[in-house]
């Protein structure tokens, strides 16, 4: 059985290993952009387990001699910068990166987790769970086979005393939620009037649309004041 203490332990020593690591990386003008972002989403991860393990040991009434002191006052930077109306460039490279997702992320997914587990501990029957969660979700086989080697990341966000028909509805409501969260909610539909139009009015329309097109990329192509 694991000692709460030493794993307590090894997650503080890891953050100041990771956080040491990000303000080298920012201090020196030779790393890039993609090695700061990455770092950055490293430290990012390892805070809030780090915080999720200091919540639950202090809610059994752990007593822990070591208190990650430094990772607070970093935090408590972070936060002065936000108050002042400033978003810090530590959060700011790493919100720049990658896809955007919905906050629940993590939770929608630990939900498929969940109900993949318990039909494999046979609590739930289902002999096409793996179709059922992809139909759910809108994703692929392997999407959800990377998810539960993944699982460690959802973890801590999984319900471990939810009866069989909470996860099966918790399931569907997160896959819901997931599906609406990759809709793009800007997406153009056609204008009704253009296509009532027969193709040779179109076709008239297309130059006009070609050329501001291309006025379009002209202004981009102009560079940005510094």
């Known amino acids: 059985m694991t000692n709460p ?8 020593r890891k ?17 890039s952009k993609s090695e700061r972002v990455c770092a950055s989403k490293q430290w990012w991860r390892q805070v809030q387990i780090t915080l999720k ?5 202090t809610e059994q009434g752990a007593y822990l001699t070591t208190f990650p002191s430094q990772m607070l006052q970093s935090l408590c930077g972070l936060v002065d910068e936000f108050a002042i ?44 769970a793996f179709q059922t969660v992809c139909s759910a979700f809108g994703v692929s086989k392997t999407t959800v086979e990377n998810w539960l080697k993944d ?21 569907t409501r997160a896959g819901e939620l997931y599906k609406s969260a990759k809709t793009p909610k800007n997406k153009r539909k056609p204008d009704p009037e253009i296509a009532s139009l027969s193709d040779a009015k179109k076709a008239d329309i297309k130059p006009v649309a070609d ?9 981009l192509a102009r ?3 510094k």
């Not at 203490?5 to 503080?12: G, I, R, Y």
């Not at 956080?19 to 790393?31: G, H, K």
């Not at 699982?151 to 399931?171: A, W």
């Open 223 to 225: 560079p940005t004041r």
């Open 5 to 12: 203490h030493s794993d307590w332990e090894a997650q503080v």
């Open 211 to 219: 050329s501001v097109s291309e006025a379009h990329r002209a202004v």
């Open 85 to 128: 109306g400033n978003i810090p460039q530590l959060v700011r490279e790493s919100a720049n990166s990658g896809s955007a997702r919905n906050v629940n992320w993590r939770r929608d997914v630990a939900c498929a987790v969940a109900y993949v587990e318990a039909v494999r501990r046979d609590e739930i029957h289902d002999s096409t």
């Open 53 to 57: 393990l200091f919540i639950d040991l």
């Open 151 to 171: 699982r460690d990341r959802f973890c801590d966000v999984l319900g471990s005393s939810d009866d069989t028909e909470t996860i099966t509805l918790k399931m």
């Open 15 to 31: 953050e100041h290993e990771l956080r040491t690591r990000l303000y080298i990386l920012a201090s020196d003008p030779a790393s």
